[in-house]
Protein backbone atom coordinates (compact mmCIF):
# COMPACT_ATOMS: atom_id res chain seq x y z
CA UNK A 1 0.00 0.00 0.00
CA UNK A 2 1.52 3.42 -0.91
CA UNK A 3 1.34 6.17 1.50
CA UNK A 4 1.13 10.27 1.02
CA UNK A 5 0.32 13.43 2.47
CA UNK A 6 -2.81 15.91 2.28
CA UNK A 7 -1.10 19.40 2.05
CA UNK A 8 -2.27 20.96 5.49
CA UNK A 9 -3.37 24.09 3.18
CA UNK A 10 -6.13 25.96 5.53
CA UNK A 11 -2.68 26.34 7.85
CA UNK A 12 -0.15 27.01 5.64
CA UNK A 13 -1.30 28.60 2.30
CA UNK A 14 -0.94 32.08 3.56
CA UNK A 15 3.30 30.39 3.76
CA UNK A 16 3.76 30.22 -0.22
CA UNK A 17 6.96 28.72 0.37
CA UNK A 18 5.67 25.93 2.81
CA UNK A 19 4.59 24.18 -0.19
CA UNK A 20 7.54 23.31 -1.71
CA UNK A 21 9.20 22.90 1.79
CA UNK A 22 6.73 19.74 2.45
CA UNK A 23 6.72 19.03 -0.94
CA UNK A 24 10.55 18.14 -1.06
CA UNK A 25 10.14 16.67 2.30
CA UNK A 26 8.21 14.37 1.68
CA UNK A 27 9.34 12.98 -1.82
CA UNK A 28 12.80 12.57 -0.01
CA UNK A 29 11.04 10.64 3.09
CA UNK A 30 9.41 8.40 -0.05
CA UNK A 31 5.53 9.31 0.26
CA UNK A 32 4.64 8.66 -2.82
CA UNK A 33 1.68 11.27 -3.53
CA UNK A 34 0.58 14.83 -1.99
CA UNK A 35 -3.00 15.72 -2.20
CA UNK A 36 -4.59 19.05 -2.44
CA UNK A 37 -7.91 20.02 -1.51
CA UNK A 38 -9.74 22.79 -3.77
CA UNK A 39 -12.02 25.44 -3.12
CA UNK A 40 -12.37 29.06 -5.09
CA UNK A 41 -14.79 31.13 -2.95
CA UNK A 42 -15.16 31.10 0.72
CA UNK A 43 -18.42 31.62 2.01
CA UNK A 44 -20.01 33.11 5.40
CA UNK A 45 -22.08 30.68 6.77
CA UNK A 46 -24.43 32.24 8.47
CA UNK A 47 -27.88 33.40 8.09
CA UNK A 48 -27.82 30.96 4.92
CA UNK A 49 -31.03 29.47 3.60
CA UNK A 50 -30.40 26.73 2.68
CA UNK A 51 -27.39 26.42 5.38
CA UNK A 52 -24.20 25.62 4.25
CA UNK A 53 -23.30 22.62 6.09
CA UNK A 54 -19.66 22.21 4.67
CA UNK A 55 -16.78 22.26 6.63
CA UNK A 56 -15.03 25.42 5.29
CA UNK A 57 -15.74 29.35 5.54
CA UNK A 58 -14.90 32.53 4.27
CA UNK A 59 -11.53 32.15 7.01
CA UNK A 60 -10.10 29.51 5.21
CA UNK A 61 -7.57 29.38 2.77
CA UNK A 62 -7.10 27.20 -0.22
CA UNK A 63 -4.09 27.07 -2.94
CA UNK A 64 -5.55 26.42 -6.91
CA UNK A 65 -4.72 23.08 -7.55
CA UNK A 66 -4.00 23.53 -11.17
CA UNK A 67 -1.61 26.95 -10.54
CA UNK A 68 0.22 24.82 -7.45
CA UNK A 69 0.79 21.33 -9.14
CA UNK A 70 2.16 23.36 -12.17
CA UNK A 71 4.47 24.70 -9.76
CA UNK A 72 5.18 21.43 -7.88
CA UNK A 73 6.07 19.91 -10.98
CA UNK A 74 9.48 21.87 -11.60
CA UNK A 75 10.68 21.57 -8.24
CA UNK A 76 9.98 17.85 -7.49
CA UNK A 77 10.89 14.73 -9.52
CA UNK A 78 8.53 11.74 -8.42
CA UNK A 79 5.49 12.97 -5.81
CA UNK A 80 1.97 12.34 -7.68
CA UNK A 81 0.01 15.22 -7.84
CA UNK A 82 -3.70 14.42 -6.65
CA UNK A 83 -7.02 16.87 -6.06
CA UNK A 84 -8.69 15.33 -3.73
CA UNK A 85 -11.04 16.53 -4.79
CA UNK A 86 -11.64 19.11 -7.61
CA UNK A 87 -15.09 20.59 -7.37
CA UNK A 88 -15.38 19.73 -11.41
CA UNK A 89 -18.65 20.54 -12.03
CA UNK A 90 -18.51 24.49 -11.11
CA UNK A 91 -15.43 24.59 -13.58
CA UNK A 92 -15.21 24.80 -16.94
CA UNK A 93 -14.60 21.55 -18.70
CA UNK A 94 -12.72 22.54 -21.94
CA UNK A 95 -10.38 24.50 -19.43
CA UNK A 96 -10.24 21.68 -17.03
CA UNK A 97 -9.04 19.52 -19.52
CA UNK A 98 -6.60 22.01 -21.06
CA UNK A 99 -4.75 22.62 -17.57
CA UNK A 100 -4.34 19.41 -16.43
CA UNK A 101 -2.84 18.08 -19.68
CA UNK A 102 -0.42 20.62 -19.42
CA UNK A 103 0.06 19.66 -15.49
CA UNK A 104 0.39 16.38 -16.58
CA UNK A 105 3.12 17.19 -19.57
CA UNK A 106 4.91 19.18 -17.07
CA UNK A 107 4.68 16.64 -14.69
CA UNK A 108 6.03 13.35 -16.34
CA UNK A 109 2.59 11.86 -16.05
CA UNK A 110 2.21 12.57 -12.32
CA UNK A 111 -1.25 14.09 -12.34
CA UNK A 112 -4.29 12.20 -10.63
CA UNK A 113 -7.64 13.88 -10.88
CA UNK A 114 -9.90 13.26 -7.78
CA UNK A 115 -13.66 14.97 -8.50
CA UNK A 116 -16.57 15.54 -6.70
CA UNK A 117 -19.86 17.87 -7.17
CA UNK A 118 -19.24 19.54 -4.01
CA UNK A 119 -21.74 20.97 -1.35
CA UNK A 120 -21.28 25.28 -1.38
CA UNK A 121 -23.88 26.75 -3.69
CA UNK A 122 -22.59 29.91 -3.01
CA UNK A 123 -19.47 29.19 -4.77
CA UNK A 124 -21.53 27.63 -7.65
CA UNK A 125 -23.09 30.89 -7.86
CA UNK A 126 -19.68 33.20 -7.76
CA UNK A 127 -18.43 30.68 -10.57
CA UNK A 128 -21.93 30.92 -13.02
CA UNK A 129 -22.60 27.52 -12.68
CA UNK A 130 -25.99 25.74 -11.37
CA UNK A 131 -25.75 24.07 -8.27
CA UNK A 132 -28.86 21.71 -8.42
CA UNK A 133 -27.46 20.15 -11.78
CA UNK A 134 -23.91 19.51 -10.50
CA UNK A 135 -24.12 15.25 -10.51
CA UNK A 136 -25.48 15.00 -14.30
CA UNK A 137 -23.08 17.17 -15.24
CA UNK A 138 -20.02 15.46 -13.68
CA UNK A 139 -21.34 12.23 -15.64
CA UNK A 140 -20.57 13.60 -18.74
CA UNK A 141 -17.53 15.84 -17.95
CA UNK A 142 -15.86 12.53 -17.19
CA UNK A 143 -16.76 11.41 -20.41
CA UNK A 144 -15.92 14.53 -22.12
CA UNK A 145 -12.72 14.63 -20.88
CA UNK A 146 -11.23 11.37 -21.84
CA UNK A 147 -12.32 12.46 -25.58
CA UNK A 148 -10.57 15.37 -25.17
CA UNK A 149 -7.55 14.26 -23.89
CA UNK A 150 -7.22 11.38 -26.13
CA UNK A 151 -8.65 12.45 -29.56
CA UNK A 152 -8.09 14.61 -32.90
CA UNK A 153 -10.99 17.33 -34.16
CA UNK A 154 -14.28 15.60 -32.96
CA UNK A 155 -17.96 16.52 -32.01
CA UNK A 156 -19.54 16.96 -28.97
CA UNK A 157 -22.91 17.26 -28.54
CA UNK A 158 -24.28 16.63 -24.34
CA UNK A 159 -26.80 17.94 -22.07
CA UNK A 160 -24.52 20.54 -21.01
CA UNK A 161 -21.34 20.94 -23.90
CA UNK A 162 -21.28 21.27 -27.06
CA UNK A 163 -17.95 21.08 -29.43
CA UNK A 164 -17.52 21.26 -33.10
CA UNK A 165 -15.01 19.98 -34.77
CA UNK A 166 -12.74 21.04 -32.19
CA UNK A 167 -9.56 19.41 -30.02
CA UNK A 168 -6.63 19.95 -27.47
CA UNK A 169 -3.07 21.46 -28.13
CA UNK A 170 -1.81 19.82 -26.62
CA UNK A 171 -3.07 16.62 -25.61
CA UNK A 172 -1.30 14.50 -22.50
CA UNK A 173 0.24 11.49 -23.55
CA UNK A 174 -2.34 9.26 -21.79
CA UNK A 175 -5.68 8.99 -20.55
CA UNK A 176 -5.13 11.12 -16.85
CA UNK A 177 -6.39 8.86 -13.89
CA UNK A 178 -9.65 10.46 -12.21
CA UNK A 179 -11.01 9.12 -9.35
CA UNK A 180 -14.21 9.62 -8.21
CA UNK A 181 -15.25 10.86 -4.44
CA UNK A 182 -18.31 11.87 -2.43
CA UNK A 183 -20.35 10.65 0.62
CA UNK A 184 -23.96 9.92 -1.29
CA UNK A 185 -25.23 6.74 -3.01
CA UNK A 186 -24.97 8.32 -6.18
CA UNK A 187 -21.05 9.91 -5.89
CA UNK A 188 -20.56 5.93 -5.22
CA UNK A 189 -22.60 4.64 -8.35
CA UNK A 190 -21.36 7.31 -10.67
CA UNK A 191 -17.83 5.90 -10.10
CA UNK A 192 -18.36 2.72 -10.15
CA UNK A 193 -19.65 3.36 -13.52
CA UNK A 194 -16.98 5.75 -14.66
CA UNK A 195 -14.26 6.25 -12.36
CA UNK A 196 -10.69 4.86 -12.32
CA UNK A 197 -10.94 4.67 -8.36
CA UNK A 198 -12.40 6.55 -5.39
CA UNK A 199 -11.00 8.63 -2.59
CA UNK A 200 -12.13 8.17 0.85
CA UNK A 201 -12.69 10.41 3.52
CA UNK A 202 -11.96 8.44 6.70
CA UNK A 203 -14.90 10.29 9.15
CA UNK A 204 -16.73 7.58 10.19
CA UNK A 205 -16.16 4.21 12.03
CA UNK A 206 -15.59 2.32 9.90
CA UNK A 207 -14.37 3.51 6.13
CA UNK A 208 -14.23 -0.17 5.21
CA UNK A 209 -18.10 -0.39 5.02
CA UNK A 210 -17.65 1.91 2.16
CA UNK A 211 -15.31 -0.14 0.15
CA UNK A 212 -16.92 -3.22 0.38
CA UNK A 213 -20.18 -1.44 -1.38
CA UNK A 214 -18.70 -0.02 -3.96
CA UNK A 215 -17.04 -3.09 -5.15
CA UNK A 216 -19.97 -5.10 -4.85
CA UNK A 217 -21.40 -1.69 -7.13
CA UNK A 218 -18.11 -2.36 -9.72
CA UNK A 219 -19.72 -5.71 -10.08
CA UNK A 220 -23.15 -4.74 -10.62
CA UNK A 221 -21.79 -2.59 -13.36
CA UNK A 222 -19.67 -5.42 -14.74
CA UNK A 223 -16.29 -4.19 -14.06
CA UNK A 224 -13.18 -5.44 -12.22
CA UNK A 225 -12.45 -4.65 -8.70
CA UNK A 226 -8.56 -5.37 -9.61
CA UNK A 227 -7.27 -2.47 -10.53
CA UNK A 228 -9.80 0.29 -9.48
CA UNK A 229 -7.84 2.30 -7.30
CA UNK A 230 -9.13 2.53 -3.33
CA UNK A 231 -7.33 5.61 -1.75
CA UNK A 232 -8.16 6.49 1.97
CA UNK A 233 -7.56 10.27 3.49
CA UNK A 234 -6.80 9.78 7.14
CA UNK A 235 -8.57 12.12 8.25
CA UNK A 236 -11.19 14.97 7.73
CA UNK A 237 -11.12 18.34 10.12
CA UNK A 238 -10.55 17.94 14.20
CA UNK A 239 -13.33 15.61 14.82
CA UNK A 240 -11.98 12.64 12.74
CA UNK A 241 -7.95 13.10 14.10
CA UNK A 242 -5.99 9.93 14.22
CA UNK A 243 -2.77 9.64 16.56
CA UNK A 244 -0.28 6.76 15.62
CA UNK A 245 -1.51 3.34 17.16
CA UNK A 246 -4.73 4.08 15.35
CA UNK A 247 -3.06 5.09 12.18
CA UNK A 248 -0.90 1.94 12.32
CA UNK A 249 -4.00 -0.20 12.70
CA UNK A 250 -6.18 1.58 10.13
CA UNK A 251 -3.25 1.47 7.98
CA UNK A 252 -3.02 -2.66 8.38
CA UNK A 253 -6.96 -3.35 7.78
CA UNK A 254 -6.88 -1.22 4.87
CA UNK A 255 -4.04 -3.27 3.56
CA UNK A 256 -5.58 -6.38 4.27
CA UNK A 257 -8.82 -4.93 2.35
CA UNK A 258 -7.18 -4.41 -1.15
CA UNK A 259 -6.83 -0.60 -1.00
CA UNK A 260 -4.09 0.82 -2.63
CA UNK A 261 -3.42 4.50 -0.78
CA UNK A 262 -3.42 6.24 2.41
CA UNK A 263 -2.54 9.66 2.41
CA UNK A 264 -1.93 10.97 5.99
CA UNK A 265 -3.49 14.83 7.15
CA UNK A 266 -1.34 16.67 9.73
CA UNK A 267 -3.94 19.62 9.71
CA UNK A 268 -5.55 20.80 12.86
CA UNK A 269 -2.72 19.48 15.54
CA UNK A 270 -1.68 22.78 17.03
CA UNK A 271 1.17 22.58 14.74
CA UNK A 272 2.72 26.37 14.83
CA UNK A 273 5.45 26.09 12.44
CA UNK A 274 5.72 24.11 8.68
CA UNK A 275 8.64 22.30 10.27
CA UNK A 276 6.41 20.46 12.78
CA UNK A 277 4.02 19.15 9.96
CA UNK A 278 7.24 17.89 8.39
CA UNK A 279 8.53 16.44 11.52
CA UNK A 280 5.11 14.47 11.75
CA UNK A 281 4.97 13.14 8.12
CA UNK A 282 8.39 12.03 9.33
CA UNK A 283 7.22 10.23 12.31
CA UNK A 284 4.22 8.62 10.76
CA UNK A 285 6.13 7.41 7.71
CA UNK A 286 8.50 5.39 9.65
CA UNK A 287 5.84 3.83 12.06
CA UNK A 288 4.08 2.60 9.13
CA UNK A 289 7.10 1.54 6.85
CA UNK A 290 7.27 -0.65 10.25
CA UNK A 291 4.24 -1.92 10.20
CA UNK A 292 3.45 -2.69 6.76
CA UNK A 293 6.85 -4.52 6.40
Do not use: C
Amino acid sequence: MKLGVIYPQNELSRQPSSLDRVAQAVEAMGYDHLVLYDHVVGAVHEGRDPPLNGPYTEHDSFLDPFAAFAYLAGVTRTLKLVTGVLILPQRQTVLVAKQAADVDLLSNERLRLGVGTGWNYVEYQALGEDFHTRGRKLGEQIVYLRRLWSEEAFSFQGEFHTLERGTLVLRPRRQIPIYGGGFVEAAYRRAARLADGFIFVMNRADPLVDWARLQAMLREEGRPVEGFGAQFLASRGDRYRFDLPELVEMALRLRDAGAAELSINSANRQFAEVQAHIDYFSEVKAKLDAALR
